[in-house]
Nanobody
Framework: QVQLVESGGGLVQAGGCLRL?????????????MGWFRQAPGKERDFVAA????????YYTDSVKGRFTIARDNAKNTVSLQMNSLKPEDTAVYYC?????????????????????WGQGTQVTVSS
C-alpha cells in the first residue's frame, strides 16, 4: 500500500514557475516508478512525466519537455515536479501516482491504468 499527498500548487502568472511535491508512504515506494498526471476541467486525466525507481530515467509528454523536471528522493520518500515557463494551458489539477507492478520502462507507463495509487491532487492555475 502506498499513500500519496501532493502540495505546492497555486496561482502563478504565465512565464512563472511552481514546484510540486508528493510525499509518499508505504513499503513499495522505493521500488516503483512514479508519475505526474494532470486534469483540466472537462478533460481526461493526462500523463505529464514519469521517473523510474532509481531516478535515473525520466520521461515527459512533449508539451512539457524542456520546461518541467521530475525528480525523486528515495531517502525522503518524495517526488517533485519543477515547472518553469508556465503557460495558461498548464492549468489543471496535478496528481502524483505510483506504479507498483514491478519494473517497467517509464516510456511506456503513460496511461492512467498503469498506476495503482493516486494522491488527492493539487490545483495549478496559470493566468495570462
Amino acid at each position: 500500500q502506498v499513500q500519496l499527498v501532493e502540495s505546492g500548487g497555486g496561482l502563478v502568472q504565465a512565464g512563472g514557475c511552481l514546484r510540486l511535491s508528493c510525499a509518499a508512504s508505504g513499503r513499495t515506494f522505493r521500488t516503483g516508478a512514479m508519475g505526474w498526471f494532470r486534469q483540466a476541467p472537462g478533460k481526461e486525466r493526462d500523463f505529464v512525466a514519469a521517473i523510474d525507481w532509481s531516478g535515473g530515467r525520466t520521461y515527459y509528454t512533449d508539451s512539457v519537455k524542456g520546461r518541467f523536471t521530475i525528480a525523486r528522493d528515495n531517502a525522503k520518500n518524495t517526488v517533485s515536479l519543477q515547472m518553469n515557463s508556465l503557460k495558461p494551458e498548464d492549468t489543471a489539477v496535478y496528481y502524483c501516482a505510483a506504479h507498483s507492478r514491478g519494473w517497467a520502462s517509464v516510456a511506456v507507463i503513460t496511461a492512467v491504468d498503469d498506476y495503482d495509487y493516486w494522491g488527492q491532487g493539487t490545483q495549478v492555475t496559470v493566468s495570462s
